[in-house]
């Protein structure tokens, strides 16, 4: 248990459907991430957000909206995706400052299937 | 630019030793290691800071060559919960905001 907790563990959804994912994290940390982990591929940063101010958005298209509403909560709004973005989406923490010493603590993730 | 880990894969019987490299191209800051069970989260291992000490994680350690620009894992008399995939993270000016991982290395300990 690292004290980020991620739902639904696993999505299926059209390429019309919308959807979010949910994060949630009991360790009053300050930022919160997003990361895609597809298969054979490294983890790629999506999002960071710092006292719920975006501080990061790595050239990620559109239809992947983040909402973060608090220090605690963050949402990752999915809508018009593609097969390709199939992919467990991960979600972390930390303690905020943004230092290079800061460990980044995971939730186990959504396994997001597009069909 | 992401790094580049090798080996991809290694198979170890238990109480054996290993090593995972991890590479750069750019001048680094820091270098973090992460493991990942299948199906579970990446767990943090240690962070490695430019000009700072080895790091130990139980029988895990890992050391940072600034100029060669890149960190090694040394895995020493390996037990069965070793077992899942490593992966390096790098960063160049000092924010774990802009930390690119490596493809990860998959790490499995036999009886």
């Given at each position: 248990e690292t004290g980020v907790t991620q739902t639904p563990r696993h999505l299926v959804m059209g390429m019309t459907n919308k959807k979010s994912l949910k994060c949630e994290q009991h360790l009053g940390h300050n930022a919160m991430y997003w990361y895609k982990q597809s298969a054979k591929k490294p983890l790629e940063l999506m999002f960071?957000?710092?006292?719920?101010?975006?501080?990061?958005?790595?050239?990620?298209?559109?239809?992947?909206?983040?909402?973060?509403?608090?220090?605690?909560?963050?949402?990752?709004?999915?809508?018009?995706?593609q097969p390709e973005d199939s992919a467990l989406?991960?979600?972390?923490?930390?303690?905020?400052?943004?230092?290079?010493?800061?460990k980044l603590f995971f939730g186990s993730g959504t396994q997001l299937s597009v069909l | 630019q992401q790094p580049v880990q090798?080996?991809?894969?290694?198979?170890?019987?238990?109480?054996?030793?290993?090593?995972?490299?991890?590479s750069s191209s750019k001048a680094l800051y820091s270098?973090?290691?992460?493991?990942?069970?299948?199906?579970?989260?990446?767990v943090f291992l240690m962070i490695l800071l430019k000009g700072g000490e080895q790091m130990r994680h139980e029988k895990i350690s890992a050391s940072f060559n600034e100029k060669k620009q890149q960190s090694s894992l040394y895995l020493t008399a390996s037990q069965l919960s070793y077992s899942g995939t490593y992966f390096c993270g790098t960063e160049s000016g000092g924010s774990n905001y802009k930390l690119t991982f490596g493809k990860g290395t998959l790490l499995t300990v036999n009886p």
């Amino acid at each position: 248990e690292t004290g980020v907790t991620q739902t639904p563990r696993h999505l299926v959804m059209g390429m019309t459907n919308k959807k979010s994912l949910k994060c949630e994290q009991h360790l009053g940390h300050n930022a919160m991430y997003w990361y895609k982990q597809s298969a054979k591929k490294p983890l790629e940063l999506m999002f960071v957000y710092s006292l719920e101010e975006r501080v990061e958005n790595n050239s990620v298209p559109s239809r992947f909206s983040p909402e973060c509403p608090n220090s605690s909560h963050l949402f990752l709004h999915l809508h018009t995706l593609q097969p390709e973005d199939s992919a467990l989406y991960l979600c972390a923490s930390s303690h905020g400052a943004g230092g290079a010493d800061e460990k980044l603590f995971f939730g186990s993730g959504t396994q997001l299937s597009v069909l | 630019q992401q790094p580049v880990q090798s080996p991809q894969a290694v198979i170890l019987r238990e109480g054996e030793d290993a090593v995972i490299n991890c590479s750069s191209s750019k001048a680094l800051y820091s270098v973090h290691w992460y493991r990942q069970k299948h199906g579970e989260a990446p767990v943090f291992l240690m962070i490695l800071l430019k000009g700072g000490e080895q790091m130990r994680h139980e029988k895990i350690s890992a050391s940072f060559n600034e100029k060669k620009q890149q960190s090694s894992l040394y895995l020493t008399a390996s037990q069965l919960s070793y077992s899942g995939t490593y992966f390096c993270g790098t960063e160049s000016g000092g924010s774990n905001y802009k930390l690119t991982f490596g493809k990860g290395t998959l790490l499995t300990v036999n009886p």
